[in-house]
């Protein structure tokens, strides 16, 4: 029996059981990586290992997400560090960009091209033959509902359009490693549910998506896991209810309805683990923050097993990426 | 007879890939095809049109009539005319700013536009970007200012002495002249082409060592011999069929041989585009720095 096969790696919460050999070249790995522009930092000290699914960049800007994606599409070369994309160099770009696609910022194109144009001509410097660059041209363009403007010129195309083309170029390929720098900007609300859902379907595929965003609330939807960035440092990084759980100099806030939130009070409250209960405004609630969710959701079982009080729902209030990003980078992140 | 036998264990080689010739030359059809379509069309074309125009507009103005000095009158002159025309404002002006036009922009261009990226997020490489690049501004210079170079000879030769002319070209030495011509023009371009090339990889305003390379070129008369073999125009002066004298001032250097001239010139613009990639494999995006 093959013993590399019979190893397996379990990638945080996800329980993914990949072979070492086969693990090991699905990363994208980030070895001690620092960027500097002169004397400006702009990443510092970056040890990352990523595995496929939807990875978030989150953080202010100036934070370092775009430095980092273009030291991860070899744009940028590291000061110092090494970085590798499913074990290839990023000073390869031959090889890097075939399992690579990037759509960037830059809000530019080559003159006078149709939308078509622009990606056939892009699979050609690819090295695809005619009738094979046409085709994927064809799928990339339907994947992000352009095939109608297809034949118009990319300089009359709206932002919103000007970023679907962007996407189509990223994946038009079929690459195993997306890397898409605010891919939602400019899009309309039900293209943004599409291409959402396009992400999440290229995901479960086992694809990498690299996403950076500054919309809180669509990261935290799509995201597998999260890399929090702030003046050039990764300040966090994992699946968001990981890190949230991590962060025990901010007790968890959790919002109990029920019929008698002061008998629930005095109830948790004399457990060392609760932190502070306070009763909602319309006396029908109760804020508990705790040390440990775990124990407190144990402890609410126990509550209603015995049946006095009736507890309507549980929500945590702050064990999302907002809070999360409020409690380590300090702003709404909305702005960011 | 021995039975016994010597086992030689195979040699390990290692089968190095071959290399991809077939996708680098579909790569640099690509490129060549999106270029050589930005040179001729973009809108940075147009300062080209105006300058390759340049030396036909007034041949064209004067083809009516015939100029006054004495020289116009005889027709064993008009190699010289041409010769000093050609030299004067074609070499030196016309194929040098259109070339530096050309090439500098090939990545400076993108640069500002913002669009370099495009080549730099396919799996090319950046080598094989250099050279379908340079083979399309080449085309493109060539095209413009061979073309420059053979109205021009013709302009001036046709409208005044026209049937003398026509004998000149068909039984004379002049069609051996116009290819001259127009070869050192091409040769012309490859040189000037792969050094502005470099000048646009290398400096964000490439204007500054275009004009000293403009100067130099230009004092070549009055450097000494080794000095004025660090420059193209001496390697291009040495190859024209009809030389002309540069003054009283200028140190007179023998003229280089064409069997080493042209080797020459290929050599130095091959050692410059070796420059070029290395450059380009080591070359950063950072559009709001540039």
Redesign the interface.
């Known amino acids: 029996m093959n013993e590399t096969k019979a190893k397996s790696v379990s990638i945080d919460q996800d329980e993914i059981r990949i072979p070492k050999s086969e693990f090991v070249n699905s990363l994208i790995v980030f070895d001690d990586v620092s960027k500097f ?1 002169g004397e400006i930092l702009g990443v510092n000290r970056v040890n990352l290992q990523i595995a496929p699914g939807i990875t978030s960049l989150v953080g202010p800007n100036g934070a370092g997400k775009s430095t980092l994606m ?1 030291l991860m ?5 590291p000061t110092r560090g090494r970085i590798t994309i499913l074990d290839i160099p990023t ?1 390869r ?6 399992k690579l ?2 759509c ?1 910022q ?1 809000d ?5 091209l149709t939308g078509r144009e622009f990606i056939s ?2 699979l ?4 695809y ?1 005619k009738k094979k660059a046409a085709e994927l041209t064809t799928i990339a363009l339907e994947r992000v509902s352009l095939l109608d403007a297809a034949d118009r010129k990319v300089a009359a195309y709206s932002k919103g359009m000007r970023q679907r083309i962007r996407l189509a ?1 990223a994946i038009a390929h079929q690459p195993a490693v997306m890397i898409l720098d605010e891919p939602l900007n400019g899009l309309d609300p039900m293209v943004r549910s599409e291409t959402i859902a396009l992400f999440r379907k290229l995901a479960s595929e086992g694809l990498h998506l690299i996403i950076s965003s500054h919309i809180l609330h669509e990261v935290d939807m799509m995201s597998d896991r999260v890399i929090l960035l702030n003046n050039g440092y990764v300040v966090a990084e994992g699946n968001v209810h990981g890190v949230r759980d991590e962060m025990e100099e901010h007790p968890m806030q959790i919002l109990i309805r029920c019929d008698k939130p002061a008998k629930l009070a005095a109830r948790v409250f004399d457990k060392d683990h609760v932190v502070e209960a306070r009763l909602h405004d319309d006396r029908m609630g109760l804020f508990i923050k705790t040390r440990d969710a775990d124990r407190f959701y144990l402890l609410l079982n126990q509550v209603v097993g015995e049946g006095e009080i009736n507890i309507e729902s549980i929500a945590p209030v702050d064990d999302d990426l907002s809070a999360v990003y409020q409690y380590l980078i300090g702003s709404e992140g909305n702005s960011a | 007879m021995s039975s016994s036998t010597v086992d030689i264990a195979p040699q390990k080689t290692i089968d190095k890939p071959p290399l991809p010739w077939s996708l680098w030359f579909r790569q640099i059809r690509a490129i060549f095809r999106l270029e050589v379509e930005k040179n001729f069309l973009g809108r940075r074309s147009i300062l080209l049109y105006l300058l390759a125009l340049l030396p036909i507009g007034p041949l064209v103005l004067l083809a009516p009539f015939t100029p006054p000095g004495n020289e116009w009158r005889d027709f064993n002159q008009y190699n010289m005319i041409y010769a000093i025309f050609y030299g004067g404002l074609i070499l030196r002006t016309v194929v040098f700013f259109g070339c530096a036009w050309i090439f500098m922009n090939l990545f400076r261009g993108d640069i500002i536009d913002r669009s370099l990226h495009f080549y730099f997020l396919s799996p090319v490489r950046r080598e094989v970007v250099v050279v379908g690049k340079y083979l399309a501004g080449l085309v493109t210079s060539v095209v413009l200012f061979c073309s420059t170079t053979i109205i021009a000879m013709l302009l001036v030769y046709l409208p005044h002495f026209y049937s003398e002319s026509t004998r000149y070209f068909l039984d004379g030495p002049g069609l051996g002249q116009l290819l001259t011509y127009t070869s050192i023009t091409a040769l012309a371009c490859i040189g000037y082409g792969a050094f502005f090339l470099v000048v646009g990889l290398f400096f964000r305003n490439p204007i500054i060592p275009a004009l000293v390379l403009y100067g130099w070129e230009w004092l070549n008369f009055l450097m000494p011999p080794l000095l004025k073999k660090i420059s193209v125009i001496h390697y291009l002066n040495s190859l024209v069929p009809v030389p002309v004298s540069e003054g009283p001032f200028a140190v007179v250097a023998e003229p280089t041989p064409a069997w080493i001239a042209v080797p020459s010139l290929i050599i130095v613009t091959t050692l410059v585009l070796l420059i070029a990639s290395y450059r380009i494999r080591r070359m950063e995006i950072r559009y709001g720095s540039d």
């Open positions: 522009y273009n599409t070899g744009l940028l070369r000073d770009p031959e090889q890097l960009f075939q696609g990037y960037t830059f530019s194109f080559p003159r006078g001509s892009f050609l410097v690819h090295g033959e170029q």
